[in-house]
């Protein structure tokens, strides 16, 4: 059974940095890109970036490039997303999700469940 | 950047009616179109793929149609576990997003 598990709800102050994870299972982790899509309160879906775990090669969304840094470590079938100075407006819920066998690869197939990040003083 | 627009934005609907939601592209996308549903709380979930095909363990009431930059999605007949927003996403290029999202309720 395909699984992605994020880790847990993380509460921080602005300025502090975080890295949030995603645990694939279930399936081959380093042949499917992983994507990570926040979703701040009460708002609909972002998508800030996806990697291949077979060779790190990212690509993030023009809105998020330069603010997050995705990363992954193949040997533990984890992905990341980190950030260096957070602030009040990073406060969202973060799910990873499997890019899919649709055509050219364009779908989500299999979604974490969700970590939310809360930034406040 | 591709710009997806969808409407209505919501929509309350009674059990058994036919829904219709509508998302539009700013450039032709070719069939690079997916469905999704989110319930309060819950992670989005996958409902239709490739603009037009249902995926695995999705009930068929569910269906999509469309290509290049005019799509819809239609529920045959409302069904109380329905009640969910429901986000379209497109895919070019390594560059994905999602439509703004519409919010389907029972009357």
């Known amino acids: 059974e395909v699984q992605l598990v994020q880790s847990g709800a993380e509460v921080k102050k602005p300025g502090e940095s975080l890295k949030i994870s995603c645990k694939g299972s279930g399936y081959s982790f380093r042949s499917h890109w992983i994507a990570w899509v926040r979703q701040m309160p009460g708002k609909g879906l972002e998508w800030m970036g996806i990697i291949y775990p077979g060779d790190s090669d990212t690509t993030y969304s023009p809105s998020f490039q330069g603010q997050v840094s995705i990363s992954v470590d193949k040997s533990i079938s984890t992905a990341f997303l980190q950030w260096s100075g957070l602030q009040a407006s990073d406060t969202a819920m973060y799910y990873c999700?499997?890019?899919?066998?649709?055509?050219?690869?364009?779908?989500?197939?299999?979604w974490g469940q969700g970590t939310l990040v809360t930034v406040s003083s | 950047d591709i710009q997806m627009t969808q409407s209505p934005s919501s929509l309350s609907a009674s059990v058994g009616d036919r829904v219709t939601i509508t998302c539009q592209a700013s450039?032709?996308?070719?069939?690079?179109l997916n469905w999704y549903q989110q319930k309060p709380g819950k992670a989005p979930k996958l409902l239709i793929y490739?603009?037009?095909n249902l995926e695995t363990g999705v009930p068929s009431r569910f269906s999509g149609s469309g290509s290049g930059t005019d799509f819809t999605f239609t529920i045959s007949s409302l069904q109380p576990e329905d009640i969910a927003t429901y986000y379209c996403q497109q895919y070019d290029n390594l560059l994905f997003s999602f439509g703004p999202g519409t919010k389907v309720d029972i009357k």
């Open positions: 490739d603009a037009s």
């Open positions: 450039q032709d996308i070719s069939n690079y």
């Open positions: 999700a499997r890019r899919g066998l649709c055509s050219g690869g364009s779908c989500f197939d299999y």
